[in-house]
């Protein structure tokens, strides 16, 4: 069925008090499970990224029933109306997502007790700390902190348990689709460290590191391009050695795989590798 509510043009959930032409932003909150965020202001564009329920973005630009909106990893793309709650204009500083020490992050939870019934949540939405939680887990954000702690091992343990079986998605960020960078950033930002969205712009986080694939640890990154210019388009997560854990769209999706096996995907990836990063500090 289609929504009717936005048919006139302009959003019907803007607040009547955003001021107009104003250097401030328009902040919100996204109120679906999952909301895309496009290339291009119309339903048939190209999915960049997600954000996910209780984040918070700043809104940057109006276009009729569409916001270009910004999220705390500073990625943009063009997102409908229908899936935002405005709170108001912001300070001009960085969106902060919508939690506090008593919310609760999902890691893969059904719940009853917003927009009228029973949903299913992914790995990162963000709810009150009062909802139901009728099948799944969840965590504050104090909880988090003790169980997801910032170490290789650990990251590659929540990679192999959390996406498993995971179809590849451009532009998704949860184990219900994802791309290979969002694998990356959704686990890395489970366990406390923030990086940014695309692979080319991750290769930039912590210290590059000398030797080949096989001398890297766990939680370290591996990243590969197929360019001329050597630009980075795919990036993977080791599990020690040659092993790592990514996500790629000639596996369809969720792999754990050795760079040193002669299966030809993995030959392929191989003769693609450009270099290693180190991000965590206990590697």
């Known amino acids: 069925m289609r929504d009717t509510g936005c048919r006139a043009g302009r959003c ?17 909150v996204v109120r679906t499970a999952v909301a895309p965020l496009l290339a291009e202001p119309t339903v048939a564009a190209t999915q960049l990224t997600q954000a996910l329920r209780g984040h918070e973005l700043d ?9 270009l909106a910004r ?13 935002l709650a405005l709170t108001g204009p912001s300070d001009n500083g960085p969106p902060a997502r919508a939690w506090d020490i008593d919310a609760l992050m999902s890691l893969g939870c059904v719940v009853r007790g917003f927009a009228g019934g029973i949903h299913a949540l992914p790995l990162g939405a963000i709810v009150p700390e009062d909802v139901e939680v009728v099948a799944g887990e969840v965590r504050t954000l104090e909880e988090r902190r003790r169980s997801f702690i910032p170490q290789g091992e650990a990251i590659v343990r ?22 290979c960078s969002g694998l990356v950033q959704s686990v890395f930002a489970l366990h406390g460290i923030a990086l940014p969205r695309d692979a080319w712009q991750q290769g930039g986080a912590g210290a590059e590191l000398d030797g080949g694939h096989d001398a890297l640890q766990p939680g370290d990154l591996l990243f590969f391009s197929e360019r001329d210019d050597r630009r980075m388009t795919h990036v993977a997560i080791s599990a020690g050695g040659p092993e790592i854990v990514h996500l790629a769209v000639a596996r369809g999706g969720y792999a754990v795989e050795s760079l040193d096996s002669d299966d030809p995907v993995s030959e392929a990836l191989k003769s693609r590798f450009l ?6 500090s206990d590697n």
């Open 71 to 83: 999220g705390a990893d500073d990625y943009e793309g063009w997102i409908h109306c229908g899936y």
């Open 275 to 280: 270099f290693g990063r180190r991000v965590l």
């Open 59 to 67: 809104l940057i630009e109006e276009r009729g029933t569409w916001w």
């Open 158 to 179: 929540s990679a192999r348990r959390l996406f498993s079986g995971t179809p590849y998605m451009w532009g998704g960020v949860t184990p219900w689709g994802a791309d």
């Open 12 to 28: 019907p959930h803007a607040s009547q008090s955003r001021l107009a032409g104003a250097l401030s932003h328009i902040r919100a």
